[in-house]
């Protein structure tokens, strides 16, 4: 017999292929096995994602890290209940490839399919350490791909307090480590190189308090201007590039931090999820520890892009009775655009 409600989700909106299973009972759900295959080797010899390449890896990737995750469940494909698939935001050929892949064995094994929001699944992601959050909360969902700061009443009802206008925040990250001569992805190698400094004699611009959005555009500019006036010095002085970096993490967390800070006051709601890449970020962990009453994160591992978040949304919605199985492809998706139970 199944048991109660045993989702597989496949998560491939960038470059990472993802597939994992996660059990519902009683509501509250169990992750019975994850398995990740990850491209960041692969793009780094490019300075950042290639999409054609991503994609390509996918299809490779998919019926692999699917098995994976069946035998670390002790499962086969005929104790799954449902299949949760991520079909956007993110690269179309890489959403593609997931969605064909979960479609097809959909087919094959007459299972439902449902859509899920990326998005959406980071904003949940603190739930598969079976922390459950009281509502109304705000998630602060960063990431190479997403800056998002989110109002979360109830399950699919959402309010956009801020979005990025231009870089996400791991971008900017990302491209600031470039400048610095770093590797891609960058944001981490950063953020260990401004550590073992507690100042700066370096001055960035602070960014765009003044917009209800965030843009992280300006601050790469102004990056690339410091890096460029001090080229001499940073060049021949270690200390001064651990100076421009901790420059450059200030500059990123307080533009962060300055909106969170804004929302709970505003709103009125002391409760903050934070998701996403750059929530792995200590300097960012301690700012907003500092600052906001109730701050909970997600686990390291589901920080970053997974398809355990991918299940446990398709497994919630499921039995709210607001999951949908329309599997479009969308490159774009507003989380205020989901639907409601
Ligand atoms: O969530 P994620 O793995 O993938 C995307 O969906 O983008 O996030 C990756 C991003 C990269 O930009 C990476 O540089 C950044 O998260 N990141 C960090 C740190 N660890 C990862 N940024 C700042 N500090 C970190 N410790
Ligand atoms: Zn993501």
Known sequence: MKPSLVVLGIETSCD???????????????????????????????????????SREHLRNLPIVCEQALSGAGLAMNDISLIGVTSGPGLKGCL?????????????????????????????????????????????????????????EQLGKYQVIARTMDDAAGEAFDKSAHLLGLPYPGGAALSQLATSVESSRFVLPKV??????????????????????????????????????????QAIVDALAHKVRRAVQILNVPRLVVAGGVSANKTLRAKLKSEVPEVVFSEPK????????????????????????????????????????
Not at 27 to 37: F, L, P, V
Not at 210 to 233: C, N, P, Q, Y
């Open 16 to 54: 990472e292929t993802a597939a994992a299973v996660v059990e519902f009972s009683d509501s509250s759900a169990t992750i019975r096995a994850e398995s990740i295959s990850s491209q960041i080797d692969l793009h780094a010899l490019y300075g950042g994602v290639v999409p054609e390449l991503a």
């Open 96 to 152: 593609l490839m997931g969605v064909t892949f979960a479609q097809g064995l959909g087919t094959s094994l007459g299972l439902p399919v449902n859509a899920v929001n990326h998005v959406e699944g980071h904003m949940f992601s603190h739930e598969l350490a079976g922390n459950i959050v009281e509502y109304p909360f705000l998630s602060l969902v960063v990431s190479g791909g997403h800056t998002e700061l989110v109002l979360v």
């Open 208 to 249: 765009t308090r003044e917009t209800e959005d965030f843009s992280f555009s300006g601050l790469k500019t102004a990056v690339a201007l410091a890096i460029r006036k001090s080229k001499h010095i940073l060049d021949s002085e270690d200390k001064a590039r651990a100076e421009m970096a901790y420059a450059i993490e």
């Open 302 to 341: 589901h920080c970053t892009d997974n398809a355990a978040m991918v299940a446990l949304i398709a497994g919630k919605r499921e039995l709210a009775g607001c999951s949908s199985n329309k599997l479009e492809i969308m490159s774009q998706w507003p989380v205020e655009n989901l639907m409601n139970p």
